[in-house]
C-alpha cells in the first residue's frame, strides 16, 4: 500500500469511527432506548370528568392529601374509595385504618361543569391546626386543556390575568409552582418543600385558577371557597392544577365542610372568572 493509499484508509476508518459515536450518542438513538418500568402507585380517590364529544377527561382527586398545618404532616387516603350513586349526585364515605380522619365527599353535575362538597373530620385526640387540603384536578388524559408550557394556565393578581409561564418566584423548581391567595397566611414549610414548591410573588386575587383550551373556545376553571393557595405541577404523570381549599382549625370530634367546583366557559378569561365567581358564591 503507497502512502496515498495509506493515509485514504486511515481517515476513512478514523470518519467510520467518528459517525458510529455521533450515532450512539444522538437523540434518536437515545429515543429508541426501551422504556422501563416505574413505580406503582394507587391513586385515591379520584373522580373521573368526562368532556362530551368524546374530548377526554379531567380528574378530580377529592382530595390528595390533608396537610396538618404544615406541609410534611399530612393524612392519605390511598385505600379504595367506593363511590356510590345517589341519584345524580355520587359520594363517597372514607375513614383511615387508625380511625383519626373522616372523609365525606359528594360530586354533582351541573351545566357548566361541576360542584363538590368535601367535609374533613377529626376524629383524633389532639387539635389540627390550620388543615389544607390539595385538591388536585388532573389533565394529564385531557390534549384539549394538558398545558406543558402553561402559557395557557392563568390566575389573576391586582386585577390582571397572569400566566404561570416564567412568573416570578421565591425559589423552588421550575416545573411546580403555587400561589398563595390574598389573606392567607402560610401553613409550615419544611426545607424540603421550599426547594420542591416556589410561590409566585404575585398572589392570587381571588383563588381561581384556569386553563385555556389549545383551540381557545373554552376555559376550564376551578375554585374552592374559600382557597388556600393554588397549585400547578408540570409533570407528564400529573399536568395538574389545584385550587386547595382551607379548613382552618379542627378541634377533636370536629368536621368541617368545603365547597368548589370545576367549570368549562366558551369564550375569554373574563367571561370565565365572572361565571366562576357566580357559581362559587353560591356554593
Known sequence: MNRRDCMKSTLKSALALLS???????????????????????????????????????????PELVLLGNTDRHYASFRPSQWQRDGKDWNYRYENEDGALSLTATVERIDQGWIASLTVGNQSDETWRNVVTPVCLLLRASEVFQDSTWKRTFYRSDGQFLTFHGRETDGGRPIYRMSLVKGQEQIERTERHQKKWGFTKRPSDDGIIGVISDDQSTVLTTTWNPTHHLQANQKRTFSCVHANPFFGSLQPGEARTRRGCVLLTPGDLSQAWDATKKVSEQL
Open 20 to 62: 458510529t459515536k455521533l450515532t450512539m450518542g444522538s437523540p434518536t438513538s437515545q429515543a429508541q432506548s426501551p422504556i422501563t418500568p416505574g413505580d406503582t402507585r394507587v391513586f385515591q380517590p379520584i373522580f373521573d370528568l368526562n368532556f362530551a364529544d368524546d374530548r377526554g377527561i379531567a380528574q378530580w382527586w377529592l
